[in-house]
């Protein structure tokens, strides 16, 4: 009979042979290395049972946290740096192989607050007109990564307010804020008001925000603007533009921030705007260009 060290090192094969029915060639790959990662972690912890429990009951947790307008589950990936890691291996597995003049823009992370459905505007539109901020135009292309324009490119656009918080964290309200669709024009230009985002940090009222805290970490974002920007027979990306001085630009909560993405917000007095628009107050402007890898489209 096996002693109690000889099941701790046998019990993995016993288990990674029950999958040998498997006929699903790439589940049986996640699934063996899953259990193997698992098994290895344990005995490299001595995980405990109390520990484990834990462990479960935080995961309960995360999942009763759960609603329509919060997934605590995506949150843990981002704290984790998960979610970013696989948004680093799916953009090198899209654009691998493509050639071009200068690098794709970099993806990075999207976010629990997504909302499908944002309504088309026209060029020039204001998404941020009633939303608490200093107002912010937003120009630039979009073009293939040899500089050629892409008309007609898909930018998706919503972000938080001012203050640091998105529609979807607000319990009474139920309309989209600080959303919209955009279509670049011919020479694959874009530009559209909004307002200048805020850093805020994630929410600290579920297990998260407690495991957080007991890592001993800050838990703000720096000011950002989510993008998924796409256009046919090109790969999407899905990607945000960081404000340059916002506080916690180096310490990211979810691991997002990357250099290409950090763009400086120049402030200008009250008068004409660059698109002709009067502005009876000061504002921001920001601009950027996105570059999309040839290859698939959303």
């Known amino acids: 009979m096996a002693d109690a060290s000889d099941a701790v090192h046998s019990l993995t094969d016993e288990v990674l042979g029950r999958l040998a029915g498997c006929t699903d060639a790439r589940f049986k790959q996640l699934m063996t290395a899953l259990v193997t990662h698992l098994h290895d972690f344990a005995r490299e912890v001595d995980l405990t049972g109390e520990e484990w429990m834990q462990a479960i009951q935080f995961l309960t947790a995360a999942g009763q946290q759960c609603t329509d307008k919060r997934q605590e589950f995506i949150l843990l ?27 794709a823009t970099e993806a990075t992370v999207q976010g629990p607050y997504y909302w499908e459905g944002a309504p088309d505007r026209p060029l020039g539109f204001d998404i941020g ?5 200093e107002p912010a135009l937003y120009t630039g292309r979009v073009t293939d990564t040899d500089g050629r324009p892409l008309a ?62 007991r890592m001993g970490r800050d838990p703000n974002r720096p000011g950002h603007i989510h993008m998924m920007v796409s256009a046919e027979g090109h790969v999407p990306v899905t990607t945000h533009l960081f404000v340059a001085d916002s506080p916690y630009i180096d310490t990211d909560v979810v691991f997002g921030v990357r250099d290409s993405l950090i763009v400086p917000f120049e402030q200008h007095e009250p008068g004409t705007a660059v698109d002709g ?5 000061p504002y921001w402007s920001a601009h950027y260009d996105f ?3 040839p290859g698939p489209s959303a």
């Open 77 to 103: 990936s981002d704290t984790l740096g998960l979610s970013m890691l696989v948004v680093a291996l799916a953009q090198a597995r899209a654009s691998g192989g493509a050639q071009g003049a200068t690098p």
């Open 129 to 133: 007109e009633g939303v608490p901020g």
């Open 152 to 213: 007609g490119a898909l930018l998706d656009v919503w972000s938080g307010d001012g203050e640091g918080n998105y529609d979807m964290q607000m319990a009474d309200n139920t309309e989209m804020r600080a959303r919209g669709r955009f279509r670049t024009d011919e020479q694959g230009r874009f530009w559209f008001w909004s307002i200048r985002p805020s850093y805020y940090p994630i929410p600290m009222d579920g297990p998260v925000g407690r495991m957080i805290e």
């Open 277 to 281: 628009r009067p502005m009876r107050k």
């Open 291 to 293: 570059r999309l890898a």
